[in-house]
């Protein structure tokens, strides 16, 4: 079982950042692909920021020069560190996770979690 946790949402105003991690855990041979979503009130779910391994990062029009993904892969982790936030980056922030498992068959697994709200106001 392959499982995705997303954190580190929260209040803040407008202009200050905030760090979101997300963690996944279970039998894991390697993370492909790291996906940062968000959807906020009465919205459809939007991509926000990608990253492949061996392959730089990319963000939609609206994070670009805000947030920046990173990864840790000795931890399974990824990060989106989002900085100059403003009211419409309110939204819940998901994490998405492509990769394979360590069963012997290598069976590709693609994992979302619960979401972490973030809320920028002031």
């Known amino acids: 079982q392959v499982q995705l946790v997303e954190s580190g949402g929260g209040l803040v105003q407008p202009g200050e950042s905030l760090r979101l991690s997300c963690v996944v855990s279970?039998?894991?041979?390697?993370?492909?692909?790291f996906t940062w979503y968000r959807q906020a009130p009465k919205k459809e779910r939007e991509w926000v920021a990608k990253?492949?391994?061996?392959?730089?990062?990319n963000y939609s029009g609206s994070v670009q020069g805000r947030f920046t993904i990173s990864r840790d892969n000795a931890k399974n982790t990824a990060y989106l560190q989002m900085n100059s936030l403003k009211p419409e980056d309110t939204a819940i922030y998901y994490c998405?996770?492509?990769?394979?498992?360590?069963?012997?068959?290598?069976?590709?697994?693609?994992?979302w979690g619960q979401g972490t709200q973030v809320t920028v106001s002031a």
């Open positions: 990253f492949t391994s061996g392959v730089t990062p």
């Open positions: 279970g039998n894991i041979l390697s993370i492909t692909t």
């Open positions: 998405n996770a492509q990769g394979f498992r360590r069963d012997g068959t290598f069976s590709p697994f693609d994992v």
